[in-house]
């Protein structure tokens, strides 16, 4: 830093341990600022010296998370030769202090270097100093930075990938350490958090997440976990169904004991249908399935009261309309799906009726999706190209962009376009076409080819549609580019905002050769293995191996594979042949 002091961390899940050491000609303190940082809006602080080794206190805020309450405890290994607080800036007495915006500083005498533990918690002072005693007892350094790195070895190693590239290496597994920063663990050593209602729950038998930013990760980074840790896919689960139970509707965007609202869409609908119709243990199916058809019927839901009278969301009662219809059909099928495979015929027939309300939107006049009045009639004047980002008619995107947004039923949207050479055609145009987007386009469109937008999320599921017409090489080669191009080993090396994992996730699927198209359904479709070899080692304690023969930066089409040492016919894999089988092979052949 520019004063000198140099600070190491490590850090378990639930504390950090600090090496801090000072210039020879500084005196040692150390600032605790519980009033300055991010945007949020501090409502209450609170700070107390407990005896010459520790501070604790609390921080209260209104912001994204509409409250958001920290508590915290910390631990110097050398005495605390005095502690002064300040309100706001202003210099108070005593030894503890709360206010709007409170400030303590440690001093230290006659040391030039110190070591600093420090636990948060949601629920209480208690529970953070509990954590830390727990999970830190002792001043060894090293021993928890040892023991931090390998369990982040433990994660890489989920996946171990051949390649001669070093560079290769550098983006793949800086994906896999990205695809593990969120969601966030979020309970105490004793399993206790704060609720969404201010309620302190415990989570018994599970483990507690939060930051779930749902409506980019249900896409590929939650189809990719289910892979490589079914077990904390379940964790999850039962983490929505507690906030279920928290807010009277599943997680939408929870951030740190709150919800946020941001984003169209129930999605952990989606991820909770693929767990159950991929066989994934450790939740109760029946309580999720009813608190699925409950947040998809609930009219604090936006849009959703149209949607149950309608059978549309007309684009000039609510903003961005379109795209979150849309986003309800995708999730809507993911009911249907699992309501079938729990015998339940009446949802089945109602949510799979919705899953199809996509085709409401598509005017075939011009085969574009294309928002929908009040009245019934079109949106007039209307360009695909445009965007307006926040109180248009789609989110973070353009008519271009959604008109290929039925990741659930594809098939049905080449029928409604003409079947697979209309559609193949329409679709090299999306990568051809373009246009203006026009004043107030939204910045998160970014990584643009053509119209497709590779920066944001709905987006990702475009290149692996052209196997649905017959024509899986175009996949390849799409994938491969997006690959070279949009991913590098520079620190701005991805094309858009990262979205807890789900950019990196995008590349970790692709580069193993198969992408899940449908949140719901469990397929996965052949793109391009990236790599000579990519070994998966699954938590039941199988491996499933990725071979490419004759891969090359040039030679990305897949000419056969065979499964298991059998010739294998399709243009996709299901999740129970990833999980259940040892070897996938394929044979590249030439770029011609």
Not at 75 to 96: L, R
Request: with cysteine; charged share 20%; glycine share 8%.
């Amino acid at each position: 830093m520019d004063n000198g002091v140099k600070d190491e961390i490590t850090a378990t899940d639930r504390a950090a341990i600090h090496h801090i050491t000072y210039p020879a000609d500084q005196t040692a303190r150390l600032l605790i600022n519980l009033k300055d940082g991010n945007s949020a809006i501090v409502f209450e602080t609170h700070i107390e010296k407990i005896d010459d080794y520790t501070i604790v206190g609390y921080r209260y805020t209104h912001g994204w998370s509409p409250t958001r309450k920290v508590y915290f405890c910390l631990k110097s290994n050398q005495p605390i030769a005095s502690f002064d607080v300040f309100n706001d800036d202003a210099e108070a007495s005593g030894d503890k202090l709360t206010g709007t915006g409170v400030k303590g500083v440690i001093t230290f005498k006659g040391i030039k270097e110190t070591y600093v533990k420090l636990a948060l918690s949601s629920v209480s002072c208690e529970n953070a100093t509990n954590n830390l005693t727990s999970e830190i007892p002792e001043w060894d350094f090293a021993g928890v930075l040892k023991s931090a790195r390998d369990r982040w070895n433990a994660h890489l190693s989920k996946i171990i990938i051949s390649t001669p590239s070093i560079k290769a290496k550098k983006i793949f597994y800086t994906a896999m350490y990205h695809i593990a920063i969120a969601p966030t663990l979020y309970e105490d050593v004793n399993k206790q958090f704060r609720g969404h209602n201010d309620k302190v729950y415990t989570a018994d038998n599970w483990t507690n997440y939060s930051t779930f930013s749902l409506w980019d990760t249900y896409r590929t980074l939650n189809p990719l976990y289910t892979i490589i840790s079914p077990s904390k896919t379940a964790d999850w689960v039962n983490s929505f169904l507690s906030i279920y139970e928290q807010q009277g509707k599943l997680p939408i965007w929870p951030l740190w004991g709150g919800e946020t609202e941001c984003m169209p869409g129930y999605s952990a609908v989606p991820i909770i249908a693929d767990a159950f119709l991929k066989g994934i243990k450790g939740f109760d199916a029946q309580r999720a399935f009813t608190d699925m058809v409950s947040s998809a019927t609930n009219d604090r839901q936006k849009g959703v009261t149209f949607v149950k009278t309608k059978g549309y969301i007309p684009c000039d009662k609510i903003h961005e309309a379109t795209s979150i219809a849309m986003e309800y059909a995708a999730d809507d099928w993911g009911i249907a799906l699992m309501a079938k495979k729990l015998g339940n015929k009446a949802d089945y027939k109602t949510f799979l009726k919705r899953g199809h309300y996509y085709e409401k939107y598509f005017d075939k006049s011009i085969n574009f999706i294309r928002p929908v009045m009040d009245d019934g009639s079109w949106r007039t004047p209307y360009s695909p190209f445009r965007s307006i980002h926040g109180v248009g008619d789609f989110t973070e995107g353009t008519g271009w962009q959604y008109t290929f947004f039925v990741p659930q039923h594809p098939e049905g949207l080449i029928a409604l376009m003409g079947g697979d050479e209309v559609f193949g055609t329409k679709l090299d145009s999306l990568f051809n076409v373009h246009g203006d987007m026009g004043k107030g386009a939204s910045n998160d469109i970014t990584g643009l080819i053509g119209q497709y937008a590779h920066g944001n999320e709905p987006s990702h599921h475009v290149a692996y549609l052209y196997p649905y017409a017959g024509q899986q090489w175009k996949t390849a080669e799409k994938v491969r580019f997006i690959q070279r191009e949009f991913y590098t080993d520079k620190p701005d090396g991805i094309i858009g905002n990262e979205d807890c994992g789900q950019m990196s996730a995008w590349h970790v699927l692709s580069a193993l050769g198969f992408y899940q198209v449908n949140p719901s359904n469990g397929v996965y479709v052949f793109g391009s293995p990236l790599f000579d070899k990519a070994v998966i080692n699954l938590e039941n304690g199988k491996t499933f191996t990725v071979t490419a023969k004759g891969n090359s930066d040039t030679n990305i089409y897949i000419q056969s594979a065979t499964l298991n040492g059998k010739p294998y016919k399709k243009s996709f894999i299901s999740y129970t042949n990833i999980i259940g089988w040892r070897r996938t092979d394929f044979r590249h052949g030439t770029d011609t």
